[in-house]
């Protein structure tokens, strides 16, 4: 990655800025941290008000609100079981909803734009730590592959929006997050989620005996999601290049760890049994983050920490949160 392409340029908080998925986990987390940072002008849209899908609708609102920058924060986002079952709706609605969103920004003239991608974009067999030029160097993991190409269609629409009208628009590549907002869904989370919600379940139904997907032994890393929300401004303010950044903690953990730590956590004391039957995933996946690390930002919430809050979350809104 080009050097120079980290250039303090800070944003004027008094523009318009359109945080597209702005009630999800990382929608919301940049919306919480742009507000700290004293942003007046923020604006952003359900699902059912605007579906980034139906493309006359995104043009219609663009050109109603005129917003100077925009996150793109939304998309159909799953674990392995929802992307494993639904490949056609991770791919088409993934796609129409960058494209929609991409191509109306360019037509009304957004001057920075933040999309998000994800680890998954990089080879299953990439080597590790996943660094940021092995983007389209090897097949990915099929279980995923769907969103995947998705996710690497978008960078490419960024790239080519940079090359053909100069544009600063830039992508950015956040690992596994978590915190706060997640989706609690038992067929739709991702593993932390799940992992929490089975074993607080299990404390409360005083279950003896609890089953988890696959062996354990796959290596995860794990992002608190205001940790990502205060990455995203970073590079919003400091980065200007075509190639996409990663966005992590530089440090994993098996996913054994990680559910005796939840287990801990919410004070489960029987047993954990793994069903090796169900898919694994990519054994490994950790991002190099070294060149955002040696632009100036690294991560601050200890996985300890971020699991505590993330369970205390879940146990003040069991009620109403999603799924
Ligand atoms: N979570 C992770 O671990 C993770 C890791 C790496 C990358 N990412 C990336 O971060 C981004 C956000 O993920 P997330 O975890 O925040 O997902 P999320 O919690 O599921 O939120 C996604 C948001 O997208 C919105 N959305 C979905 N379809 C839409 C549509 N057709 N029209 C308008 N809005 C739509 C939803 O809006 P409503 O709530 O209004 O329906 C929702 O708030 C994604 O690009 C994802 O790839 C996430």
Known sequence: MDPAAFKPQSLDRDAKVYVAGHRGLVGSAIWRKLESEGFTNLIGRTSTEL????????????????PQYVVLAAAKVGGIMANNSYPVDFL????????NTMDAALENDVERLLFLGSSCIYPKLAPQPLKEEYLLTGHLEPTNDAYAIAKIAGILQVQAVRRQYGKPWISAMP???????DNFSPTGSHVMPALIRRYDE???????????????????????VDDMASACLFLLENYDGPEQVNVGVGSDVSIKELAETVASTVGYTGRMEWDASQPDGTPRKLMDVSKLAAAGWTASVSLEDGIRQTVDWFRDHRDSFRG
């Open 202 to 224: 299990a404390v409360r139904d005083g279950t003896e005996t609890v089953v988890n997907w696959g062996t354990g032994s796959p290596l995860r890393e794990f992002l608190h």
């Open 51 to 66: 579906d980034l899908k139906n493309r006359d609708d995104v043009f219609g609102f663009f050109s109603e609100e005129k």
């Open 175 to 181: 690992t596994n997050l978590y915190g706060p907002g």
């Open 92 to 99: 088409s609605e993934n796609l129409q909803i960058q494209v």
